[in-house]
T-cell receptor, first 113, second 112 residues
Framework: GENVEQHPSTLSVQEGDSAVIKCTYS??????FPWYKQELGKGPQLIID?????GEKKDQRIAVTLNKTAKHFSLHITETQPEDSAVYFC????????????FGTGTSLTVIP | KAGVTQTPRYLIKTRGQQVTLSCSPI?????VSWYQQTPGQGLQFLFE???????NKGNFPGRFSGRQFSNSRSEMNVSTLELGDSALYLC???????????FGSGTRLTVV
């Protein structure tokens, strides 16, 4: 099955700096790549996603890039704020076979004021 | 609109017992998936239901089962509980297989 690796496991940045989280996947059939943010005591929340026919997608301070050849995708957060502190998960799925997501192990992001 | 609702939020059970968790998806969402989240294993897929049929199943023992009702509400059941079943169980719903999930807040199960 699909294997998703995520790095780094922890990340600390100064407020206003950028944060980058990277993921790799193993199954070239994966075609949908969402990113989730999980705050303490809550379920993961979808923040951005990208499909395999797109190389980059941006939503305000958040962007995701996808390199299908290298099988990796990254989350970029610019102008970080303390409220960005949370655990971020990447995921990959093959939408042709249903809604089964393979998640990375998570990155705990701390934004220092 | 209302989000994904999971009940109960917290549960404490004894080894050997069984437990049933409930999930009400967002109105109109027909796909409901269940995940187990633990510090050691992260988020692991249990199963997905679509229109009352199990469409996908993860690598969990047969003690873990689920079902979906005609109104899309779903339940998962764990029989003969083990200490290792202690986890946050998350339910997620989506409109279809081309959409991302919306997760509920989860049910925290503790097995003692």
């Amino acid at each position: 099955g699909e294997n998703v690796e995520q790095h780094p496991s922890t990340l600390s940045v100064q407020e206003g700096d950028s944060a980058v989280i990277k993921c790799t996947y193993s199954d070239s059939a994966s075609n949908y790549f969402p990113w989730y943010k999980q705050e303490l005591g809550k379920g993961p929340q979808l923040i951005i996603d990208i499909r395999s026919n797109v190389g980059e997608k941006k939503d305000q301070r958040i962007a995701v890039t996808l390199n299908k050849t290298a099988k990796h995708f990254s989350l970029h957060i610019t102008e970080t704020q303390p409220e960005d502190s949370a655990v971020y998960f990447c995921a990959a799925s093959i939408t042709d076979t249903g809604n089964q997501f393979y998640f990375g192990t998570g990155t705990s992001l701390t934004v220092i004021p | 609109k209302a989000g994904v609702t999971q009940t109960p939020r917290y549960l404490i059970k004894t080894r050997g017992q069984q437990v049933t968790l409930s999930c009400s998806p967002i109105s109109g969402h027909r796909s409901v998936s269940w995940y187990q989240q633990t510090p050691g294993q992260g988020l692991q897929f249990l199963f997905e239901y679509f229109s009352e049929t199990q469409r996908n199943k993860g690598n969990f023992p047969g003690r873990f089962s689920g079902r979906q009702f005609s109104n899309s509400r779903s339940e998962m059941n764990v029989s003969t509980l083990e200490l290792g079943d202690s986890a946050l169980y998350l339910c997620a719903s989506s409109l279809d297989r081309l959409s991302g999930y919306t997760f509920g807040s989860g049910t925290r199960l503790t097995v003692v």
